[in-house]
């Protein structure tokens, strides 16, 4: 999407990679007996009424605005796709039914002059939404344009600031997770095949785009520093294995025997053909790139988080509203994010004063399950009381692989095509404390169920506007995902009651430490020894190589871990105010389908429909 071709220059990693630390026609709009909501909010609520007392028959005047609406976001969605084929084909198994051209599928682009006119074009995108008179609107279309014009104004505010942009990173970077969609690039017929040879030979010249961007960085002034490069690079030559040894030549294989009619002879072909695009330009690729990142060393000169930078404080105002999705400035978050933490801790050292028991306990214990498959199904069950229920749909567990350990995410879900959401993939970064035996349940409730495996199948059951999953909000995605994973403790699950609401307000309050790093190291400016004092004296945190891995992590990924705390921070807040209005009429299965029912949208957008809910259950 737009905002991704700001951060990852045409590469939509932040929506299809949900990182634990996103049918052939528009199907008519769901009534409020169907989804639980009402999507008149109260701001339009007076105008919908003197409306139907006018007339039962929608003007032709509103058709054709209605009309043209449907055409306006049809079109940006096609544009949106047709500029990326992995972006595409991971949102569409069929995009000939959305009108979409699958020729020529291009990897992606990175330069200055490329994002820049990304950002003109946005600014041009939002005169042409504001030409349409929301009055006119459906329901459902008034819900899109909402969305769109706080996705537009947000991403515009980082306008002229295109240099911040990081395409590699630690961790999160495209060149620690671009190799791992290339492994689960679905084949459903020979073209696939084609179109995935295709882009995979276009890596060099993306890298070198990115290389290029990144000297460009330097120039500016904003290179990073050499322990983030050193861990980048490291990132690279991971990647720089033989061939005929990689997981990708694995999985390509294995994928070949998925498509039905081809010849032994045909797959002796296509595998000889990917071996020769593997050496010819996936290994120079990671090569060249690391040895360009290489050359930058010495010249990062910010010894501290992103407000180091000249402009980099007005950029991590940007990225706290972009990624967190509400209305706060950087001070208010802070102070809301402390609040909650404080209760939690609160909520911790009252659970061990009444049950003093507990600190042994928590020190060592064991879920029911401990296997993946038994985890996930026992998870899918036990949501059952609470969630919405959901179709069938089957899903995959993977272990990255040992070489790539070091470099990648604890877990992450890939999410499913709109038009192919039976089939979901899972891995599991078996290097990684989050996936040990104490963790994996947890951790696949925020991946699987109820988190985002659930949170896919059932927006793809009920697709209002498939625009909307390009304009996701990651503090909605990946709030889903913690508030999954927290709720996940209270099921039953092996532990005692008491152990479940320990371990469940240790682990938020330990998110929200993160979150509390993330603004105090990129937006306050601290350094790594204040950050050490403040983690020994109020953790007794005295590692000082985890204490620096902390403080790297943060620095290199501003507003990253921010967007997962504020965002289960806000669904709390919401079943908060949810249980105390509605007191007995309270129900989270139609609370969690309200949520869930809001599409992606952030939580400045979802504040009127939540209002509206409120009454209509209230009143009911």
């Known amino acids: 999407n737009m905002k991704a071709k700001r951060q990852y220059c045409c590469f939509l990693l932040a929506m299809l990679l949900s990182v634990a630390l996103s049918s052939c026609s528009r199907p008519p709009a769901r009534g409020t007996e169907e989804t639980g909501v009402s999507l008149t909010s109260p701001e339009s609520a007076s105008e919908t009424e003197a409306s139907q007392k006018e007339s039962s028959a929608v003007s ?129 017929d020979r073209q696939d095949v084609e179109d995935y040879l295709n882009l995979m030979s276009q890596i060099d010249s993306y890298y070198k785009s990115i290389a290029e961007f990144e000297k460009i960085r330097a120039d500016a002034g904003l290179a990073p520093c050499d322990l983030v490069l050193d861990q980048i690079i490291q990132s690279c030559k991971d990647y720089m294995i033989r061939p005929e040894n990689s997981f990708l030549n694995e999985t390509f294989n294995s994928k070949l025997d998925s498509i039905d009619g081809l010849t032994e002879e045909e797959k002796n072909e296509y595998k000889a053909r990917h071996l020769a695009v593997m050496k010819e330009h996936f290994i120079p690729a990671y090569q060249m790139l690391a040895g360009e990142l290489e050359k930058l060393k010495g010249r990062g000169q910010n010894p501290m988080g992103l407000c180091g930078y000249p402009d980099g404080k007005r950029y991590y105002e940007y990225l706290a509203a972009s990624s967190t999705g509400t209305g706060y400035t950087v001070p208010e978050l802070k102070q809301q994010v402390q609040v909650h933490m404080s209760e939690d801790l609160a909520q911790v050292t009252l659970l061990l004063q009444n049950h003093p028991e507990l600190a042994e306990a928590s020190a060592s214990y064991s879920f029911a399950q401990t296997e993946p498959a038994a985890i996930l199904d026992a998870l899918k069950t036990q949501a059952e009381k609470d969630f919405p229920a959901l179709p069938e749909a089957d899903y995959t567990v993977h272990q990255v692989p040992k070489a790539l350990e070091a470099s990648l995410s ?143 992590a943060v620095a290199d990924n501003p507003a990253n871990y ?54 209509t259950c209230g009143a009911q």
């Open 562 to 615: 921010l967007q997962y705390y504020t965002g289960y921070m806000e669904m709390v807040k919401m079943r908060e105010t949810a249980m105390e209005t509605l007191g007995d009429r309270y129900d989270p299965v139609q609370f969690h389908k309200f949520i869930l029912d809001m599409d992606g949208a952030s939580f400045r957008v979802m504040e009127p429909y939540f209002k509206t809910w409120l009454l």
């Open 60 to 188: 032709s005047s509103e058709k054709s605005v209605q009309a043209a609406f449907d055409a306006f976001t049809k079109q940006i969605f096609k544009d949106e796709l047709e500029g990326s084929g992995l972006t595409l084909h991971y949102m569409l198994k069929d995009p000939e039914n959305y009108g979409i051209s699958t020729a020529d599928p291009k990897l992606g682009e990175c330069s200055l002059e490329y994002l820049e006119q990304v950002s003109a074009d946005m600014e041009k995108l939002s005169e042409e939404l504001h030409a349409f008179d929301p009055s006119l609107l459906t329901a459902d279309q008034l819900f899109t344009y909402r969305a769109l014009d706080d996705y537009l104004e947000t991403e515009l505010a980082a306008r002229g600031l295109e240099l911040y942009t990081r395409p590699v990173s630690t961790t999160i970077g495209t060149q620690a997770q671009l190799p791992i969609l290339f492994a689960e690039y679905a084949f459903y």
């Open 410 to 552: 604890p877990a992450f879900y890939l999410t499913a095509p709109i038009d192919c959401w039976q089939h979901n993939v899972i891995y599991i970064n078996g290097g990684s404390e989050q996936t040990s035996s104490e963790a994996l349940y947890t951790t696949l409730a925020h991946e699987g169920y109820p988190g985002h495996l659930y949170q896919t199948v059932y927006a793809n059951q009920n697709v209002r506007d498939p625009l909307l999953r390009l304009l996701a909000c990651g503090g909605y995605t990946e709030g889903w995902g913690t508030y999954a994973e927290i709720y996940s403790y209270q099921f039953d699950n092996g532990l005692s009651p008491e152990l479940s609401r320990l371990l469940a307000h240790n682990q938020a309050a330990t998110l929200g430490l993160y979150a509390l790093l993330d603004i105090n190291i990129n937006y306050e400016g601290w350094s790594q020894e204040r950050t050490a004092k403040f983690l020994e004296e109020l953790y007794g945190i005295t590692d000082t190589q985890v204490i620096e891995e902390i403080y790297y």
